[in-house]
């Protein structure tokens, strides 16, 4: 098994060409030639997912963001990147990223998202020129619910400690859009299509302002997209059912938003 015969099986679900301009989807770190014996699959390619690829016998590891975003300027033990960095050069650890690519197929990010609150009728919400795919989702709920029942719907679907709402609404909510991750820019592109209800992550202290009719869930960023790395380990799963991949022992952990008093 190669690295390429992994990121090949991941380009055939989440394609490298769909991702957005400003993202950095793709092989990081190693060569699509280089020699694989396991994976690990996480969600961010933290030190500690490293450390723990390294200890588990893992030479590949796939993750949800990428690890390289922005230019470095340097590569250091104190920044948590370049830690990550150097300690995946230095045990010959490969390193992918699905990232907006995951985004943007109905099966990936926002799909899942859709899946777990059952919704129905579900379409692409910002659809891309062959309309196959791009960002975020919209459908309906499976019964039409006020803002309070939709609160407690939603908190217990996802099985979130915390939701940040704008205020609820009290008549019947039928039509949701959601979209995983910082997903405060498409709000409007949600209300205009019909959706009375937003659910994403990442909003701005002004959005919740909403106007009538329109009402808005942040259910955090973590939250929102965790699930894209069980759908990409078993792609991986399922086309190499007799090959050693693993998702991270310590993932339920590894949201760096904490909540204070809950």
């Known amino acids: 098994m190669t690295v390429g015969d992994i990121t090949a099986v991941l380009e055939q679900f989440a394609p490298l060409g769909i991702q957005e301009q400003w993202d950095n989807s793709g092989l990081l770190i190693g060569s699509p030639s280089d020699p694989v014996t396991a994976v690990l699959v996480g969600f961010d390619c933290t030190p500690e997912l490293i450390a723990e690829a390294v200890e588990e016998g893992c030479d590949m590891v796939v993750t949800h963001h990428p690890l390289i975003f922005k230019g470095l300027k340097r590569i250091n ?100 859009a959601l979209l995983g991750g910082s997903g405060g820019s498409e709000a409007e592109v949600a209300r205009a299509k019909g959706a009375q209800l937003y659910i994403t992550a990442d909003v701005s202290y002004h959005q919740f302002f909403t106007p009538d009719g329109f009402m808005i869930m942040d259910i955090g960023h973590f939250e929102s997209e965790v699930e894209i790395v069980d759908i990409l380990l078993a792609q991986i799963r399922k086309n190499f059912p007799t090959f050693a991949s693993y998702k991270s022992a310590v993932l339920d952990r590894s949201n760096p938003v904490h909540y204070f008093g809950l």
């Open 77 to 176: 033990a104190q920044d948590p990147v370049g830690a990550a960095v150097m300690q995946a050069v230095r045990h010959g650890v490969a390193v992918y990223a699905a990232h907006t690519t995951a985004d943007k197929v109905i099966a990936g990010v926002s799909g899942a998202m859709a899946r777990r609150l059952a919704l129905k009728n579900v379409q692409i919400l910002v659809p891309e020129a062959d309309e196959c795919v791009g960002l975020g989702c919209i459908g309906d709920f499976p019964k039409p619910m006020d803002g309070q029942e939709a609160l407690r719907y939603v908190k217990e679907q996802f099985g979130l400690r915390v939701i940040r709402s704008s205020k609820p609404l009290e008549t019947p909510i039928r039509k949701v």
